[in-house]
């Protein structure tokens, strides 16, 4: 009965975060405010929590690219946290990017991309990032 009442205890210390969390999570996505009020309102405790709840940066994105469409600047929200976690993936500066570029934020989207370059080690990753750049150039030119 003991390790009952342990895992008792541990899904309730992990609810509470989540629960917390989630809350938050929908706070800003649902919020009218600008992206800059929603970084300064949710970003310090968002990410406090996703560090308590031991979240990887892959759940993050996951989370970011179910609102792509929906939600630009909440996706946005998300991915800059993730690239927080984990420095040297590209698909977070890449999707992080071309959320900013949905947002008409191109000038941004293109500090993001350069950001990416120094970050990652990878030719290849670098070259990724550039055709992303240049894709993203190019379809926003177009419109």
């Known amino acids: 009965m003991k390790s009952r009442k342990n895992w008792q205890t541990l899904k309730a210390e992990r609810e509470q975060p989540l629960d917390k969390l989630l809350s938050i999570l929908n706070d800003a996505k649902q919020s009218k405010k600008s992206l800059t009020d929603i970084r300064q309102s949710y970003q310090q ?3 406090a929590l996703i ?11 996951e989370l970011a690219y179910e609102s792509w469409e929906t939600s630009p600047k909440y996706a946005v929200f998300l991915f800059e946290i993730a690239v927080t976690f984990n420095e040297q993936e ?18 941004e989207a293109k500090t993001v991309i350069n950001i990416g370059l120094s970050k990652v080690k990878s030719e290849e990753h670098k070259t990724m990032l ?14």
Do not use: F, G, H, P
Not at 130 to 143: G, P
């Open 51 to 61: 560090n308590a709840l031991n979240l990887s940066d892959e759940e993050l994105a």
């Open 90 to 107: 590209l698909y977070l500066y890449e999707y992080w990017a071309r959320a900013l570029a949905r947002l008409d934020q191109l000038n």
């Open 130 to 143: 550039k055709d992303a750049l240049t894709e993203i150039t190019v379809s926003k030119n177009m419109l």
């Open 45 to 47: 405790q968002t990410k």
